[in-house]
């Protein structure tokens, strides 16, 4: 079993459509979470960045992170096409290096 | 754009061949960090150095090597290459202050024949 788990989707949404995506994860030393973006044979941009449990909103961009749970979401409110992209949840442990583990990503497709 | 750079984008070899990617990072940043991305395993970490210095290993084969120079760019050395070797081969860079964002550079694609 991988340490982060996500959809690989794809998933279509109309434009203007709040965007659900999700991680879960086993490994409970992790305390820094990320969301990052990669359109097609680009690399990856940061989105959101948090640290253990709670929100942080940026713009349309809302990180969501339940450590109790293991499980972290990105909300994107009013989607556009220009977020069509793979979204790739990234995590590591605090200390000891900074070793990111990803998750495999969701590809999204905002339709006009 | 990061501001991490990487050379070639693209590189086609044959089986058996060396390649060295080469990585620049930030500026100001002082750790590398290597990726391997390919479309069943996803992003999986290589290695990091710091300032010179090998400072993680993640699930790197033998066959692969990386270094940092004193200017602080990177070069990753794949020999012996395999067909499944073929992928994607992503910089990223950070600096030391505490919270570490990684930035992404554009990636390496490369094609093993």
């Known amino acids: 079993q991988k340490e982060v788990e996500q959809d690989p989707g794809p998933l279509s949404v109309p434009e203007g459509a709040i965007v659900s995506l999700n991680c879960t994860y086993s490994?409970?030393?992790?305390?820094?979470f990320m969301w990052y973006r990669q359109y097609s044979r680009k690399g990856p941009e940061l989105l959101m960045y948090t640290y253990s449990s709670g929100n942080k909103e940026d713009g349309r961009f809302t990180a969501q992170v339940d450590k109790s749970s293991k499980y972290i979401s990105l909300f994107i409110r009013d989607s556009q096409p220009s977020d069509s992209a793979t979204y790739l949840c990234a995590m590591r442990e605090a200390g000891g290096g900074n070793k990111l583990t990803f998750g495999t990503g969701t590809q999204l497709k905002v339709e006009l | 754009d990061s501001g991490v750079t990487q050379t070639p984008k693209h590189l086609i070899t044959a089986t058996g061949q060396r390649v060295t990617l080469r990585c620049s990072p930030r500026?100001?940043?002082?750790?590398v960090y290597w990726y391997q991305q390919s479309l069943d395993q996803g992003l999986q970490f290589l290695i990091q150095y710091y300032n010179g210095e090998e400072r993680a290993k993640g699930n790197i084969l033998e066959r692969f090597s990386a270094q940092q120079f004193p200017d602080l760019h990177s070069e990753l050395n794949l020999s012996s290459l395999e067909l499944g070797d073929s992928a994607l081969y992503f910089c990223?860079?950070?600096?030391?202050?505490?919270?570490?964002?990684?930035?992404f550079g554009p990636g390496t694609r490369l094609l093993v024949l």
């Open positions: 990223a860079s950070s600096s030391e202050t505490g919270e570490e964002t990684q930035y």
């Open positions: 500026s100001g940043d002082l750790s």
């Open positions: 490994n409970s030393a992790f305390q820094y």
